[in-house]
Each structure stands twice: as C-alpha cells, then as structure tokens.
C-alpha cells in the first residue's frame, strides 16, 4: 500500500480509502451490518488507514457502523466525516437539494435535504459525529456540498473554532469549484484535501482542478473511482438493482452503457493480465497513477471487494502503459453519459 500526505495537514492517508456511503445502506439497496463491519476490519487489515463517512449516509447509520467497526483500532484509522446536508431541519435552511421520497430511498418516509453549512449547524452536526462515531475527534471534517446562503468565510469560521478546540484535525471541502477553495484557504490557512468525482467515467476536474490541486498541495481525495461499480468489468447486463439501489434510476447503468464500459474494459484487460489484477484493481491503479489524484475513496460492501481494493494501492502502472490506457478511454465519458442523469421515465 502505498501512503500519502493528506496535504499539508501532517497526516499521511493510504492511497485507498474505505467509502462508506453504501455501507450507510440507504441508496444503495439495504446493507447487513455484520457484513460491513467485517468489510471495515478486511480493509484495515488490508493496509487502508482513512474511512470517509457522512452523517448523511444512511442517515446516521454508516457512521453509527464505522464507530461500532472501530472500537479498539481507533488508533489505526483515520476518520474522514462530513458536515452540510441536513435531513433534520424544522424549517427551511440553505438550499434545498431533493426529497428522499423523490428516488423511491427513503427509510423511514419523505424527507426533504438541505444543503446547509450555517456556523452553529456545522458545530451542531459534529458534536452529533462524535457521539455516533464514539471518538473524542474527527481526524477530516468535510463540506460535503456548498451552498449560496451562507459566506463560506463565516463555516471556515466555525471549522477554525472546531480545530482549536480540538474535535477536528483537519479540513478539506467536497464538490467545490476552485474560487469555494481559495475562499476556505483565505480563513484556514491550510485545505487538507478536495473530495471530488473522479474516474475514468468522471474526468472534467483533469482539465483545471488537478493541476490546482497538486501546485497548492492539497490531497484529492476521488470519490466514485469505480463509477458505483460500473467500472468493476462485472457489471454484466443481467445485474439487477432494486429501486432503492440508486444504480437502478441511473441512465449511466442501462444495459447499453453497461456493453460500452465493458468493452473499454475488455481492451484494459491484458494490462490487468499483465500485472496479474483485476479489472477494477486496474481501475484504481489507473486513478491514482493520474497527475494530482493522490487518493481514491473506493467504496466496498464486502469484506473480498475492500481486499481487492487495497491491493491496487500496490499496482504501478508505466509511463507506456498509462498512454495506451488514455487512448482506449478516450471519448468514453461521452458515450455513457453524465452519472447523475435518471433514467427516462423513473423519478
Ligand atoms: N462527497 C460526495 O459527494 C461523495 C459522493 C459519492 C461518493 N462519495 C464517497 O466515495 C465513496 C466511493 O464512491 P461510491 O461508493 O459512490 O462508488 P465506487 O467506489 O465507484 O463504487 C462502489 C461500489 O462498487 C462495488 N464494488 C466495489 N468494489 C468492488 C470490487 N472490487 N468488485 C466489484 N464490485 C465492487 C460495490 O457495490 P456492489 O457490490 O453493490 O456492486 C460498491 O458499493 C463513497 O462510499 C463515499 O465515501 C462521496
């Protein structure tokens, strides 16, 4: 496994991180516990130091599990958790980003979710961290969206406060724009990280975000690496997702999208061969081996997936191979489509 500076922060991360989106269950089908705590503990022992986490998931759930998984390996894990959507809020706060109801996902009933980083709600929603996660602190708050209604100066604040006081080590937004980070930089000091999409499916941040990032030393932390485990190259066309799978609403998972990766996949596959991995280890390689993507956060629901997913974190691809890689994917971001658009017809 390789490790590598989160930043200027001081803490060094394994280049793959644990995603714990899907073991929150929500949107994603469901998930038995048991078997996310086993996947916690494969992926430590496995080498992987960071979990990224988020109250959002699951609404609670995924960090109520992390907490569980890591009593007594505290000491080995860096803990990556999120601030900024709320499903909680009596009234109308920031802005208003969807009803749970509205992808057939929630648990417990409609729910509507804001985007809110508010001083006091970021300071609110960590305490509320710390105890699901039964830690005395989070090692990476992040932002997990941004929104309009508040100065991000004023949540740079309130995460300055927070380091001070000692419940947070270390900050790095998500899903921001370059001028959002210059913004927290002008308060912090120091980002740690940007939590982005990035993948072989997902490279519009190669063009500006990367070199940005890598010149002002601040960790991407790449989130969706595997494109939710279409890149995986098994994602046949007879997986079937229920409809509280997010997968199942997504055009990027129709069967015809499913034929077009395979068959860039089927082109990557003497590569794989070559090294003696997996296509989705290949996957990963791939993403970490790009100029400025110094992290990928692959998520994995069983224990044999965040094994596999480790062991990319000791493949090394070559100059040659990493252009013939560029060519076979070149254009393919295009014919699939963008990862978020649903499918026509489904809510
Ligand atoms: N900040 C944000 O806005 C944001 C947004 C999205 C994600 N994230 C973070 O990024 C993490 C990763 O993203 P992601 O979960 O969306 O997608 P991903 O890492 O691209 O795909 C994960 C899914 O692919 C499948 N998979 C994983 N490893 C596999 C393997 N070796 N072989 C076959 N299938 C495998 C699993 O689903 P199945 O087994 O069901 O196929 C798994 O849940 C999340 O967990 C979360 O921490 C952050």
Redesign the pocket.
Known sequence: MQYRPLGKSGIDASAICL????IGGWM?GGQDEEDSIKTIHAAIDAGINII???PMYGMGESERVVGKAIKGRRDKVIIAT?CGMRWDLDEPKGRAFFKTDEDAISPDGAKQVYVYNGPESVKYEVDQSLQRLGVDHIDLL?T??QEETTPIEETAGAIKELIEAGKVRAFGP??ASIDQIERYRSVLGVIATD?E?Y?MLDRSIEEDKLPYLAEHDIALLA???????L??G?MTADRTFPPNDLRSQRARFTVENRRIVNEALDQIRPFAEYHKV?L?QMVIAWTIAQAGATHA??????PQ?AI??AAAGSVYLSDDELAQIAMIIDGLEDKVGSSSIPQSGVK
């Open positions: 995603g714990a989106w899907a994603w990224d986490t988020a999120k992040q997990h969206w998500c899903n939590q999409k993948s989130y969706s690496p595997l494109a939710n485990g890149l995986t098994k997996t989705a956060l692959v998520g994995a629901r069983h997936q596999e997913n």
